[in-house]
């Protein structure tokens, strides 16, 4: 049987194809299609079915990572949406929370609200905190605005009233009217995406996902298609932002929680790689073709975060704690108005991509600057099946850059790649500062297509110990998506002290939790064997703002009052450095987290390590100050094996990626294959 994961990039898709019965694990990278994501996904699958001669009949599971929902709302392509919300309340997504997006600078503005003002309609009802209801729904009120909506073309409507969290019973009979009324339309309710306290977060959150909706189930409608007319008779899942897998149908109805489903993979996939080979805490960072992904990871966990914002608008849901910036392989580089060198956000994408792709690109790029400098093979890339201009970049960097600045073809392609690597080189310091801790203190975990290619530069201005860089890096999200097991959040708000009697409503709510959790393992089919619970209470000091997760293994009828405050305060002071063992704790949420167990890869080394002393060419590279151009080795890295080791200057290549080890550096191959990168002393 077989096992695939993909993972669908802006400039490539991904795959990690699992042959079970042999143990064996291999990858394959084809261009992505920005028009319609599934063609890449189509594409890839059949060249695995024909090159691993695979019976379609033989696919057991396919996870899939997808930026359908994050590029939407970036591009804002879809049209607005409606929204129903408490009378009083039509304006929430515009006040917000008062708070600028850029302190110093006045021309970063917020995004224009997902819901026009013409489309939000005040609706008389009122629930207390306590869920008692104040004033009852006022159905006439939500016919006449459902009736507006379907007048004006409304393909997907929000509903979010006061305290649904509560009593949301009063949102399942407006979502019911307005199903009736525009039978097509998509309707997402507060109650059912996200039924937590805070207002503002908690429509934000339902009119994201509302937005994203109609255009999401258009995809997986795609996708499925696409699947099945390979003769694969498997629904596939759908990672989401906390690292785990939804089924289709989930996905279709919670698209807010696919947001960071690519990059939550990748960060999965690089803290299991890394535990695996006993370097449990790293910095990770993802360079793709468009945009660069940094994460902490401690002790082999990654770090999560419940809120962050995504295009401008805040999402309130679990998800990995992954930053982004605009620097990936494709990002261009440009000269500012004052004469400065700038590389990114923009990007080159896929299409037309990079002037080295030879697909009629006219911009440089990150990529172009590492062909000319000698860094990527000139030849071909992705193992040979894509043909690179090396002239043409190189022609375009001295047009571009080198003559406008006044700089040769060499001192610009560096300058290009040395601005790209401060960047994440800032964005990877301000990860680690944040939470306390110095990068001296991890290692360097570098992947992605473009990664390794950077990571010695990146890390000349982090200074973590060693570069760790797993086996085709390239397609990494893939494999985590291999890695990930099904998963699904149910939260209860409670809002009360940690006393005695707050500590039994936990329990209480615990116990409805698992409840409706086991429903959902039941329905998803996930065996009884392979079911677990991950219980997380997140709590605050009284007078926060703002609660910390603390994690349970066990039931928490298991846990006393005093045990959970003992975890409650070693758990902030991990996170902010500080406790207030005299303050009362405030508990606000149970959280349940319902996990579906899959079996995973192999994390150790298939191949035999070959005599390095012998490598298939050489060829100049250039690295920068630290040498100039200089004569090479050019490794394949499927010949290296557990114990070889590689000394700088060298190149070592293989389909997905490659890695550039420069004069003074050694790159050691461990035990699961992954290379090791470290300065001679």
């Known amino acids: 049987m077989y096992r695939i994961g993909v993972d669908v990039g802006g400039t490539f898709t991904d795959f990690a194809l699992l042959d079970e019965a042999k143990g064996e694990l291999h990858y394959h990278k084809t261009p992505s299609t920005p028009s319609d994501p599934s063609e890449a996904v189509g594409n890839g699958l059949a060249d695995l079915i024909a090159e691993h001669s695979i019976d379609p009949a033989d696919v057991a599971y396919l996870g899939h990572g997808t930026t359908v929902a994050l590029n939407m709302l970036l591009e804002r392509r879809a049209p607005t949406i409606g929204l129903l919300t408490t009378k009083g309340f039509r304006d929430v997504l515009e006040i917000a929370r008062q708070i600028r997006p850029h302190l110093y600078d006045y021309t970063v503005t917020?995004?224009?609200?997902?819901?026009?003002?013409?489309?939000?309609?005040?609706?008389?009802?009122?629930?207390?905190?306590?869920?008692?209801?104040?004033?009852?729904?006022?159905?006439?009120?939500?016919?006449?605005?459902?009736?507006?909506?379907?007048?004006?073309?409304?393909?997907?409507?929000?509903?979010?009233?006061?305290?649904?969290?509560?009593?949301?019973?009063?949102?399942?009979?407006?979502?019911?009217?307005?199903?009736?009324?525009?039978?097509?339309?998509?309707?997402?309710?507060?109650?059912?995406?996200?039924?937590?306290?805070?207002?503002?977060?908690?429509?934000?959150?339902?009119?994201?996902?509302?937005?994203?909706?109609?255009?999401?189930?258009?995809?997986?409608?795609?996708?499925?298609?696409?699947?099945?007319?390979?003769?694969?008779?498997?629904?596939?899942?759908?990672i989401h932002s906390n690292g785990g897998l939804l089924s289709v149908d989930a996905a279709a109805t919670f698209p807010v929680r696919t947001c960071l489903s690519g990059p939550a993979a990748g960060v999965v996939g690089a803290a299991a790689v890394a535990k695996a080979a006993g370097h449990p805490d790293i910095l990770a960072f993802d360079v793709g073709g468009t945009s660069t992904d940094v994460s902490l990871v401690l002790d082999g966990r990654p770090l999560f975060t419940s809120e962050r914002s995504?295009?401008?608008?805040?999402?309130?849901?679990?998800?990995?704690?992954?930053?982004?910036?605009?620097?990936?392989?494709?990002?261009?580089?440009?000269?500012?108005?004052?004469?400065?060198?700038?590389?990114?956000?923009?990007?080159?994408?896929?299409?037309?991509?990079?002037?080295?792709?030879?697909?009629?690109?006219?911009?440089?790029?990150?990529?172009?600057?590492?062909i000319t400098l000698g860094r990527l093979n000139p030849g071909a890339l992705l193992a040979g099946r894509m043909t690179m201009d090396a002239a043409g970049a190189r022609t375009a960097v001295e047009k571009k850059i080198a003559g406008p600045l006044g700089l040769s073809i060499e001192e610009a392609a560096i300058g290009i790649v040395r601005v790209a690597a401060s960047g994440i080189a800032r964005a990877i310091r301000s990860v680690a500062s944040a939470k306390g801790y110095n990068p001296a203190d991890f290692s360097l975990f570098a992947y992605g297509?473009?990664?390794?290619?950077?990571?010695?530069?990146?890390?000349?201005?982090?200074?973590?110990?060693?570069?760790?860089?797993p086996r085709e890096?390239?397609?990494?999200?893939?494999?985590?998506?291999?890695?990930?097991?099904?998963?699904?959040?149910?939260?209860?708000?409670?809002?009360?002290?940690?006393?005695?009697?707050?500590?039994?409503?936990?329990?209480?709510?615990?116990?409805?939790l698992e409840k409706q959790a086991e429903e959902w393992l039941a329905k998803d089919k996930v065996p009884e064997s392979a079911r677990a619970y991950r219980r997380y209470v997140e709590a605050r000091y009284e007078g926060q703002s703002f609660e910390v997760r603390v994690p349970f293994g066990q039931p928490i009828d298991n846990v006393s009052l005093e045990a959970f405050l003992s975890a409650f305060h070693v758990e902030h002071?991990?996170?902010?450095?500080?406790?207030?063992?005299?303050?009362?704790?405030?508990?606000?949420?149970?959280?349940?987290?319902?996990?579906?167990?899959?079996?995973?890869?192999?994390?150790?080394?298939?191949?035999?390590?070959?005599?390095?002393?012998?490598f298939s060419d050489t060829r100049t590279v250039h690295f920068g100050a630290?040498?100039?151009?200089?004569?090479?080795?050019?490794?394949?890295?499927?010949?290296?094996?557990?114990?070889?080791?590689?000394?700088?200057?060298?190149?070592?290549?293989?389909?997905?990626?490659?890695?550039?080890?420069?004069?003074?550096?050694?790159?050691n191959v461990d035990a699961i294959g992954n290379l090791v990168l470290e300065q001679n002393a």
């Open 626 to 667: 630290g040498g100039g151009w200089l004569d090479s080795a050019v490794h394949e890295r499927a010949r290296l094996g557990p114990g070889n080791q590689v000394e700088g200057p060298a190149v070592i290549e293989e389909m997905s990626s490659t890695t550039v080890v420069p004069p003074g550096y050694r790159a």
């Open 473 to 512: 890096p390239g397609t990494l999200c893939a494999r985590g998506i291999l890695l990930s097991d099904q998963t699904f959040d149910f939260v209860r708000t409670i809002l009360g002290r940690a006393t005695e009697k707050g500590w039994q409503q936990a329990r209480d709510a615990f116990g409805e």
């Open 573 to 614: 002071k991990t996170q902010y450095s500080y406790d207030i063992q005299e303050r009362h704790v405030e508990i606000v949420n149970c959280r349940l987290e319902a996990v579906g167990e899959t079996p995973k890869p192999p994390m150790e080394s298939t191949g035999v390590g070959e005599d390095t002393s012998h």
């Open 110 to 238: 917020r995004p224009e609200p997902l819901a026009r003002r013409a489309h939000r309609f005040e609706i008389a009802e009122r629930v207390a905190v306590d869920g008692r209801v104040l004033h009852p729904l006022d159905l006439d009120a939500v016919e006449k605005a459902a009736r507006k909506l379907s007048d004006s073309g409304v393909s997907a409507v929000a509903i979010c009233f006061l305290h649904s969290y509560r009593f949301p019973e009063h949102e399942r009979q407006a979502g019911e009217i307005v199903r009736r009324i525009l039978p097509d339309a998509f309707v997402s309710l507060s109650s059912d995406v996200l039924p937590e306290f805070r207002e503002y977060e908690r429509t934000s959150t339902t009119t994201v996902n509302a937005y994203v909706g109609p255009r999401m189930q258009t995809y997986i409608g795609q996708l499925r298609d696409r699947v099945t007319g390979y003769g694969i008779d498997r629904e596939p899942y759908i």
């Open 449 to 469: 297509g473009a990664g390794p290619l950077l990571a010695s530069d990146v890390n000349d201005e982090v200074g973590c110990r060693r570069i760790l860089v």
């Open 310 to 370: 995504v295009a401008g608008h805040p999402v309130k849901s679990p998800a990995v704690d992954v930053n982004a910036i605009g620097a990936g392989g494709g990002s261009i580089a440009w000269i500012d108005g004052g004469g400065a060198l700038k590389v990114g956000p923009q990007s080159a994408g896929a299409d037309p991509g990079p002037v080295a792709y030879g697909l009629g690109g006219e911009e440089v790029t990150l990529t172009d600057a590492n």
